[in-house]
């Protein structure tokens, strides 16, 4: 029932970019690759179409979906206004990893924004995406094409795991580039304030604003405060195992993190390590991925879902993870670990 479609994103066939679209507008369900990680995408001002999505994800209802659109003047035709402070932003990062809130206007179903008056609106920057939204000629709400809960794909292998049988078409365009989700941005407060980090970081909207802030919320400690981004407050990308992060100095790290291990495979627990270039070597784990290079943090967030995924299916019972600097792109992927993890994490000087 689900049709797989491959597409080269060197070449483009007119035809199947087509055939997805068609699905879309007569109010079906296309997953398709971005920059960030595959969206499952619907037509957003079809309530029916928007239903399709929350009931193939297991999303809950409350949870609004983010609006993807290819041309700017889709933009103008779903919003109340778009403020100035919008403007420099989209001038600067659109088409790209950026989630930008707007106020809605009555054209947008409250089905997409859970209630809220305001709606999440990005430009991907893929090729797929862009020429898919211009062909269907309509805004596209997309979440991640996981099930809820689950790591999102950054492949379209992790798609059709999840959502065979329950969508109408995955289109194939192999692995995206970011690998973590869009940074998500309210500009409704004075300072421009972060919801989720993403893959344009905080240090990039410095560049445009003398001021900057986080959602206080998204800092787990912080179990009372109401995240002003719905989505923060599930747990979520979650591997099937129990998850457990040690951060500090790298050599007390990979001490700790060996100290742990024994501990657990005592117990006779099968441990898993995310590792990295650096420290790989440091361990002697049967089970252990390397996620990347500390020293590009591009190459930790793009691996990072699948490694979860690859745990998965090894089948570990515990996974013990290296973390990562707070900053740039760092603060997204702990972020992510830290919702794998549901927040136990190790802090050693
Ligand atoms: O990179 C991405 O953003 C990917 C790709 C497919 O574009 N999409 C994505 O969508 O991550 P989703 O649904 O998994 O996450 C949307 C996030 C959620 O945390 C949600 O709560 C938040 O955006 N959000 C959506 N509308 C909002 C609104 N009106 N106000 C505040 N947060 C909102
Ligand atoms: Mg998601």
Redesign the pocket.
Known sequence: KTKVLKIDINNLEKQKIEQGAEILKRGGTVAFP?E????LGANALDEKAISKIFKAKGRPQD????V?IAEIEQLYDIVEEVPQRALDLIERFWPG?L?I?FKKNSKVPDRI?GG?S???I?M?NHPIALKLIKEANLPIA???ANTSGRP?PTDASHVIEDLTGKIDMIIDGGATGIGV??T?L?LSTEIPTI??P?GVTKEDLLTIFPKVEFDPALELKNKNIIP?????KYRHYSPEAEMIIVTGEIHNMIEKINELTSEYQKEGKKVGIIATNQTKDKYNNENLIVVGDRRKLETISRNLFKTLREFDKIGVDIIIAEGVTEEGLGKAIMNRMNKAAGGRVIKIN
Request: proline content about 14%; charged content about 15%.
């Open positions: 971005t960030t990680v595959y969206g949870n609004p979906l983010i993807h990893p989630t809130i924004t809220l305001t709606v999440a990005r991907p997309a979440p991640s999102s989700e869009s998500v309210d919801l989720r993403g002003k981004s719905p989505g923060q």
